[in-house]
């Protein structure tokens, strides 16, 4: 068989005559395919599978190229509505130009209900439309609206052969934050075993970390889905969820004062006043400069301004970094200072931590302590130079917690 661009005229034209018909235009007429391939449903096909990979641009143009063929294929129209929804929810996206993609996303999801020539045709529109209603988050009940659709799609699965309603729709609590029910629908795709299994089993073991870290605090959520935090997330999370302040106080009894003080004679003398630099010079903006500020005062290691007067607030946190600070509060708040040298001289357990690492005691006291998890036990890999996510931090400053108690005086 020929390759479909063996057959055409050329493929640019063809583009461009899909690319006309855009965003709910149409033609006068249908293109006339060019190929044994040049179908809606293969353009369709392709275009779910440039989806799953991300890759929008080329899924855009898979489904146009279906529509050029047939304007009224639902399951293009139900696809170039997950491409919207998807523009939308990237990043530096305006807020009006946002609502401008979701309300495109929308009315197309509505064509292709109203296109659907089957209960198969109808169902893949009702899964774009959870899709939809997940990534744009538009309007204030997209959730119930994304339910709506979730028990229609249901409904045309008699067989229950389709897994993606229910994983869509997980996605769809888990971003609302109602983690039980999202954990429910994860669990329901990994039994099923009709697909989706890999991404179900992974968002899903997330989903349970926030069960179990139960964030308290707006911060909190707003990172539990993060892949990579930053310093300045990590002092919120110390400040607010872990409430380190308070620790501190209640944790350590006041320490003798045993500072230098001059002869009675000089004790009113006062030097000069200097001009003093502010402690970190680029968080004046910053919208958690007060939470920075608290953790500078707590004088957290790996959470000062360097020596430039720099914090680096959006600078990503690494575990070996994220081991460094739980190791240094715990030596605070517990007393014993015996801690930062405890494995020093004894050989690593793992691979990619050597023993002569200025890192590699924290590794282990955390490790020991069951506050972190290596990355992969069975290899031996512990992952320093790996980001923290967010679920991984509020899990381990949860653990954290609880392990200070008995060291917190009531």
Same mark, same amino acid.
């Given at each position: #068989?020929?390759?479909?661009?063996?057959?055409?005229?050329?493929?640019?034209?063809?583009?461009?005559?899909?690319?006309? *018909?855009?965003?709910?235009?149409?033609?006068?007429?249908?293109?006339?395919?060019?190929?044994?391939?040049?179908?809606?449903?293969?353009?369709?096909?392709?275009?779910?599978?440039?989806?799953?990979?991300?890759?929008?641009?080329?899924?855009?143009?898979?489904?146009?190229?279906?529509?050029?063929?047939?304007?009224?294929?639902? /399951?293009?129209?139900?696809?170039?509505?997950?491409?919207?929804?998807?523009?939308?929810? +990237?990043?530096?996206?305006?807020?009006?130009?946002?609502?401008?993609?979701?309300?495109?996303?929308?009315?197309?999801?509505?064509?292709?209900?109203?296109?659907?020539?089957?209960?198969?045709?109808?169902?893949?529109?009702? @899964?774009?439309?959870?899709?939809?209603?997940?990534?744009?988050?538009?309007?204030?009940?997209?959730?119930?609206?994304?339910?709506?659709?979730?028990?229609?799609?249901?409904?045309?699965?008699?067989?229950?052969?389709?897994?993606?309603?229910?994983?869509? #729709?997980?996605?769809?609590?888990?971003?609302? !934050?109602?983690?039980?029910?999202?954990?429910?629908?994860? +669990?329901?795709?990994?039994? #099923?075993?009709?697909?989706?299994?890999?991404?179900?089993?992974?968002?899903?073991?997330?989903?349970?970390?926030?069960?179990?870290?139960?964030?308290?605090?707006?911060?909190?959520?707003?990172?539990?889905?993060?892949?990579?935090?930053?310093?300045?997330?990590?002092?919120?999370? !110390? @400040?607010?969820?872990?409430?380190?302040?308070? *620790?501190?106080?209640?944790?350590?009894?006041?320490?003798?004062? $045993?500072?230098?003080?001059?002869?009675?004679?000089?004790?009113?003398?006062?030097?000069? $006043?200097?001009?003093?630099?502010?402690?970190? $010079?680029?968080?004046?903006?910053?919208?958690?400069?007060?939470?920075?500020?608290?953790?500078?005062?707590?004088?957290?290691?790996?959470?000062?301004?360097? /020596?430039?007067?720099?914090?680096?607030?959006?600078?990503?946190? $690494?575990?070996?970094?994220?081991?460094?600070?739980?190791?240094?509060?715990?030596?605070?708040?517990?007393?014993?200072?015996?801690?930062?040298?405890?494995?020093?001289?004894?050989?690593?357990?793992?691979?990619?931590?050597?023993?002569?690492?200025?890192? !590699?005691?924290?590794?282990? @006291?955390?490790?020991?302590?069951?506050?972190?998890? /290596?990355?992969?036990?069975?290899?031996?890999?512990?992952? /320093?130079?790996?980001?923290?996510?967010?679920?991984?931090?509020?899990?381990?400053?949860?653990?954290?917690?609880?392990?200070?108690?008995? !060291?917190?005086?009531?």
């Amino acid at each position: #068989m020929k390759r479909l661009h063996a057959s055409l005229p050329g493929l640019g034209l063809l583009l461009a005559a899909a690319l006309a *018909i855009g965003f709910g235009g149409c033609a006068e007429k249908p293109r006339q395919a060019a190929g044994r391939l040049d179908t809606p449903e293969h353009h369709a096909l392709r275009g779910n599978d440039f989806l799953a990979e991300g890759r929008l641009d080329e899924a855009d143009r898979s489904f146009d190229l279906a529509l050029s063929l047939n304007r009224e294929f639902a /399951p293009a129209q139900a696809g170039k509505a997950v491409v919207l929804a998807s523009r939308s929810a +990237q990043p530096r996206v305006s807020g009006d130009k946002r609502k401008e993609l979701v309300s495109q996303a929308r009315d197309l999801i509505k064509r292709a209900l109203s296109d659907a020539k089957n209960d198969d045709e109808k169902r893949e529109a009702h @899964v774009a439309a959870i899709r939809v209603f997940q990534l744009g988050k538009i309007p204030d009940g997209w959730l119930g609206e994304a339910e709506d659709h979730f028990a229609d799609a249901t409904k045309l699965d008699k067989q229950r052969q389709d897994a993606r309603p229910a994983f869509f #729709m997980a996605r769809a609590y888990r971003d609302a !934050f109602e983690m039980q029910k999202a954990q429910e629908l994860y +669990q329901r795709v990994l039994g #099923m075993n009709r697909g989706l299994t890999g991404e179900a089993n992974d968002e899903l073991a997330t989903v349970q970390k926030i069960l179990r870290a139960a964030p308290g605090t707006r911060h909190g959520r707003a990172v539990a889905f993060e892949e990579k935090i930053t310093k300045a997330d990590i002092a919120a999370l !110390f @400040v607010e969820e872990l409430k380190l302040a308070s *620790i501190y106080g209640r944790g350590n009894p006041p320490q003798a004062d $045993t500072g230098f003080r001059p002869p009675e004679g000089q004790q009113g003398f006062q030097a000069d $006043t200097l001009q003093r630099a502010p402690e970190a $010079t680029d968080i004046g903006d910053h919208p958690l400069k007060a939470d920075i500020e608290e953790a500078m005062k707590l004088k957290i290691a790996g959470l000062e301004p360097g /020596p430039d007067h720099r914090f680096s607030p959006d600078q990503p946190i $690494t575990r070996a970094e994220f081991a460094l600070m739980v190791e240094d509060i715990l030596v605070k708040v517990t007393g014993e200072r015996g801690l930062r040298t405890k494995f020093i001289g004894s050989p690593s357990p793992f691979a990619d931590v050597r023993n002569d690492l200025p890192y !590699f005691n924290a590794v282990q @006291v955390v490790v020991s302590r069951n506050l972190m998890e /290596p990355k992969n036990k069975v290899r031996g890999i512990f992952g /320093p130079a790996d980001a923290v996510g967010g679920a991984d931090a509020l899990l381990v400053i949860r653990m954290l917690k609880n392990e200070l108690q008995s !060291f917190i005086r009531s």
